[in-house]
C-alpha cells in the first residue's frame, strides 16, 4: 500500500479504495471470530495496487509472487507463502494477471463490473465473478424508459467489450417496446477528456430533441465524464446511468453538477448491514501495526480538507476516529465493489471449510503426513459453493445457477452547500412476473429545475384518440405523423399503431374515440314521413270505397253499364287492396310482414292491372264490331275477357308460390348503408323468382298500355279507351321512375319510395279511369242518359247500326 503512485491519484479513487480496505478487513474480522466457519485458523491478506499502464499491470504480480520485494519471474523466495486465492479488480487488469496466475492454479476473485467476456469457461476457467449478472440491465433501463413514456433517448457508452455487448441488448429491448435512439455516441475510455470538453459535444447535446440521456460505463468512465462534461451548463436534460455513481465519494467543492441534477442511477441492490458498525472501531493509533491503513487515512485527509482547513491538519491525532468524517465526507453505504470483495473473502472461506471437512472424512493412510492445502483444489469446491452471506444474500459463483441481479434506482436530493442525500426511488426485481418487475416512487424524483412535472421525451407529439401512428419512411419508428382514424374505425388510446373497426351494430363518433351503439332505422307509422303516407293511403282507400259506392248506387244508370260494371266494380276493389297493402310497409319489419308485402303487392295490382286489360280487350271488341257478325259477338256473349283476370292472377300467384318455396323473404339489417344506424329491411331471398314476379306485372302492364294505346281514338262519350290509355300511361311512367330512384335510395326512403310509388300508380288508375265518370254522375247527370248518348250516335261520333245494346254487357 505504500505506493508513490497513490499520492499522485485523485480524491475519489483514494476513498474508494480505502472503502475497499475496509470491506476486506470487515470480511476477514468477522471470518475469525466465527469459531463455526474456520475453527483452528486465521485468514491473513496482502494488498498490492494494479498499475494502470499495461506495460507494468503485471509488476506487482510478479513481486508478490516472487518475494522479498523482487521481481524474479519464474522463481520465488517465498516458499512458505499460503496464499489461496486473488483478489482482482476489473476486467481490464485481471485477463492480464490471469495468463500470470494460472501457472499456478491460483484462484482469482474479480470484483468489479460483471464482464459476460469473462463467462467463457474454456479460456477463463480460474476466474470467479463476484459482480451480479448484469443481463437485466438493459430491460430496466428500458421499463423505465416505458413507464414515463420516453420513446426518444440518447446515449453515451464506451467503445469496449462490455459496452458493446450492452449496446447490442439494449437495442434489442428498445426495439421490442418502441423506445428510439435520438444519438448513440460511443467513447473510447482514454478519449474521454478530448471528447467531453469538446464545445461540439456540448452543442450537440442542448440542439438534440430528446430530454433524457443515457450514459454508460465503468464508474472511472462515468466520473471522469461527469467532470469533464460538468464544465458546461447543461439544463432541462434527465441522466440516466447504469454505474453505482454513488460508489464514488464527492467532496462538497463540486458535489452539485447543475449539469448532472438528480440523476437517475441503475446500482445493484445490496444490504449493507454490519459494515456501518464496523467503520466507528476503525481507530488507527500512531503506533498501529497497520501503518499503511494510518497513512491512507492521512492522505485522504489532506485531499479533503479545503485550503482554509488544512492549518488545523497538524492538530488532528492519529488516534482519532472517522467519526466527523461519517455521514459528509465518507460513503456510508458499502459501494458494489466492496460488496464484491465481503462476499469473495466469504466465498474462500466456506469453499476452504467444505475441503478441510472432506479431508477430514478421509481416513489417513499409514504414517502419511498431514495433506498441505493447495489452492488448486479450491477450483473444485468453488464451482459448486452456494451460500447465504451475514448480510442475507444468496452468493452463488456458478454463473449459469446466478439470479439476475435486482437493481436499486436512486436520486440525489439538493441542499445548499453542496449537501446531497442519496434517496431510493424504485426498485427493479427481474425474478417478478412481467408488468410488475419495476416500482417507483415517483414523487420521490427530484426532476431537474426546468420541470414542475414528468419530463416527456418524444421525437413526435403523441397521437391522441382519434389518430392512429402513420410511420415516416426516413425516420426511426419513433418519429411518425398522426393520421386521423378512417371512416367507422376508432382508437381509444394514445398512439395506436392501427385503428380498430367499430363492430357491424356499431358505428364511430365523431371524435372517432369511441364505438356507439347503432339506432335502428326503419319507416315506422310515428315517423312524419311514415305518418304523411299512412294518412295518404287511408285516403286514398276510403275514397276508392266512395267511388265504388258510388257506382252501386248508380248502377242502372247508361255510363256505368257502358264501363262493364262488373269489371269495375272489381277495378275499385283491387284498387283499394292496392292503397291498403302499402300500409304493410310501415312498422318494424317480421318475418309475416316481409311475406305479405310483396306477394300482396303483387297479387292484387295483377288483379287491377288485369282488369284494366280485360276492359280494355272489352272496348276493343265492342267498337270492332262493325257489323252484328255471330262469330264475334260470340266472344262478348262468352265473357272471354273477363277470364282474362282468374288467368293472369293464377299465373301470378303460382310464381309467389314458386317464391315462397323456393327462397321466402326474411328480415335483414344494413349496417353500412347510412351512418349510425341499422336498416331494419326485408331481403328478398330468391332475387330470381322476385324479378319474375315483377317482370310478370310490368308484362301486364305494358301489355295494357299497347291495347289502350292502340284502341285510343274510339270515341270517349261511349266508352273510356282514352281514359284508359292516360291511366297506363301514368302507372308505366310511375313504376319507371320508381327503379332508378328505388335503387338509388337507402333505408327508410327507399321503402317511402315504393310506398310512394304504390299510392301514386294506384292513384292514376283511380283518378284517370273513374275521375270523368264520377264527375257526369255526381255533377253533370243530365249527360248520363239514354238520350244524351242517343244524340252523340247521330252526331257521328258511331255507327247507327251498331247495337247498342252490345255496349250495355252486365
Partial sequence: MNDPALQQQNLPINLKKYQLVLSLTLAVEE???NPQLLPNMTLGFEIYIAHYVETDVLENPLTWLSGKNKNSPNYTCRRDSKALAVLTGSSSTSVPIRTLLDLYKLPQFTFGSFDPLLGDHRRFDAIYQMAAKDSSLALAMVSLMVHFSWTWVGLFI???????????????KMGRNGVCFAFENTIQTNAVSDFSSDPSVYRHIMESSTNVIIIYGDSDFLLSFILKLGHFLITGKVWVMNSPYDDVTISKTYFLIDSFHAPLIFSHHRNNSGFTNFIPRANFSKNSEDISLARLWIQSIRCILIKSDCTKLGQCSYNATLDWLLGHIFDMSLSEESHNIYNAVYAVAHALHEMLFHQTE???????????????????????IQFTSPAGEQVVLNEQ??????????????????????VNVGKFTPSRPHGQQLILFENLIEWPIEYIKTPQSLCTERCGPGFRKAPQETNAICCFDCTP??????????????????????????ERNCCLMKAESFLTYEDPLGMGLACMALCFSALT?????????????????????????????????????SLLFLGRPHTASCILQHTTFAVVFTVAVSTVLAKTITVVLAFTLTAPRRSTRQWLVSRFPSLIIPISTLIQVTLCGLWLGISPPFVDTDAHSEHGHIIILCNMGSLITFYCVLGYLGFLALASFVVAFLVRNLPDTFNEAKFLTFS????????????PVYHSAKGKVMVAVEVFSILASSAGLLGCIFAPKCYIILMRPERNTLQRFGKKLRSGEMNLNMNINVAYIN
Fill in 31 to 33: 471470518i475469525n471470530k
Fill in 158 to 172: 464506451t467503445e469496449d467489450d462490455y459496452g458493446v455487448w450492452f449496446l447490442s441488448e439494449l437495442r434489442e
Fill in 362 to 384: 478421509e481416513p489417513p493412510a499409514h504414517n502419511e503426513q498431514p495433506k498441505a492445502i493447495l489452492s488448486s483444489q479450491l477450483h473444485l469446491f468453488l464451482k459448486k
Fill in 401 to 422: 445457477k446466478k439470479l439476475e441481479a435486482e437493481y436499486d434506482i436512486v436520486s440525489f436530493w439538493n441542499f445548499p452547500e453542496g449537501l446531497g442525500q442519496r
Fill in 485 to 510: 382514424c378512417p371512416e367507422n374505425e376508432i382508437s381509444n388510446a394514445t398512439d395506436m399503431n392501427q385503428c380498430v373497426k367499430c363492430p357491424d351494430h356499431h358505428f364511430a363518433n365523431t
Fill in 545 to 581: 270505397c266512395a267511388v265504388l259506392g258510388v257506382f252501386v248506387k248508380h248502377q242502372d244508370t247508361p255510363i256505368v253499364k257502358a264501363n262493364n260494371r262488373a269489371l269495375s266494380y272489381l277495378l275499385l276493389t283491387s284498387l283499394t287492396c292496392c292503397f291498403l297493402c
Fill in 728 to 739: 297506363m300511361l301514368v302507372f308505366c311512367s310511375v313504376w319507371l321512375s320508381f327503379l
